[in-house]
């Protein structure tokens, strides 16, 4: 079971869809994704013909382990390998809450500047993956993966970082390749 | 951060904790409140004293200390207390730390008048 967390529009449901492209038909996957309003991203999901629950938190910033575990109780009767649990876009307060998940996730992209791991440690402390998505647009920003990452690893030196771009597809295939290792423990 | 709901839930153990015919008698609690668990101190006690108005435990205050971000480092294993999101040894510099405290919110004890006098 995997938390993705990440701030609004860092592309965490692209990324889930480009991880069930990579991976269904080989795995059971299923999603329970949280928003504060609307159902958008759960009608996303659900056209890739994924098991998918959407939690709305009317207002709450953040998603607490009891209604995850409700969320679930529509789902548990499908074959799940792996669970993804998309957290609402917030890099401040899911940090702070366990949903029983095995690792969490922390997602930034390139357009939203390289000091973010200094300031939103928490977040990228208690991860034990980053990914860095859109660095197609890296020659447009004024963002460097080298700065990301030196920040990152300043705060948590033992986090897995990935590179890549739900866009084109870059580097989709080595973040996969690790959620297939966390998958064999 | 969310510390309306931290205090309501303080208040439910101490109600879970003590007598119901003692809990005027309660006057203080004891909180032990890690730096990396993001609670604002003043915001805690404001939200705490707002929802205990008027009700038995109204004449009762949090106590808090704050516990330092401890780390423990892989390389020397030595064990060293921060007061600053810094997440290197201080000893020999190693950035492979553990973090092994600094995020918990403890209820260390709660404090009641002696009705003896």
């Known amino acids: ?185 | 951060m969310h510390e309306l709901s931290i205090a309501q839930n303080i208040i439910q153990i101490v109600n879970s904790s003590v007598e119901k015919d003692k809990l005027g008698l309660v006057e203080m609690i004891a909180l032990k409140i890690g730096l990396m668990s993001n609670v604002l101190t003043d915001s805690l006690q404001f939200s705490y004293a707002s929802i205990v108005e008027n009700t038995p435990l109204k004449n009762s205050r949090l106590d808090i200390e704050l516990l330092p971000i401890k780390i423990k480092c892989n390389d020397c294993n030595e064990i060293n207390t921060t007061n600053d999101f810094i997440f290197s040894c201080p000893n020999c510099k190693s950035p492979a730390i553990n973090v092994i405290g600094g995020d918990e919110i403890i209820i260390s004890s709660i404090h009641l008048k002696d009705e003896s006098g």
């Not at chain 1, 994704?33 to 959407?54: E, F, H, S, W, Y």
């Not at chain 1, 690792?103 to 500047?113: D, M, R």
């Open chain 1, 1 to 185: 079971m995997i938390n993705l967390l990440s701030s609004p529009g860092s592309g965490k449901t692209s990324l889930i869809e480009k991880t069930v492209e990579q991976l269904n038909g080989k795995f059971n996957i299923s999603m329970i994704v949280g928003d504060v309003q609307t159902d958008n991203d759960a009608m996303r999901i659900g056209k890739l013909n994924i098991p998918v629950v959407q939690i709305i938190t009317h207002g709450s910033c953040h998603l607490e382990a009891q209604l995850v575990r409700d969320a679930f109780k529509k789902i548990e009767d499908e074959p799940i390998d792996l669970l993804i649990i998309e957290n609402v876009g917030n890099l401040v307060c899911p940090a702070g809450y366990d949903l029983g998940e095995d690792k969490k996730v922390v997602l930034l992209s390139t357009t939203e500047g390289d000091d973010k791991p200094l300031k939103y440690p928490a977040m990228f402390r208690n991860s034990s993956a980053l990914v860095i998505n859109k660095i197609d647009l890296l020659p447009y920003v004024n963002s460097s993966v080298e700065e990301i990452k030196k920040n990152a690893k300043s705060i948590n030196y033992d986090l897995n970082i990935f590179e890549l771009s739900c866009k084109t597809s870059e580097g989709i295939e080595d973040w996969c390749n690790w959620l297939l290792n966390q998958m064999k423990k």
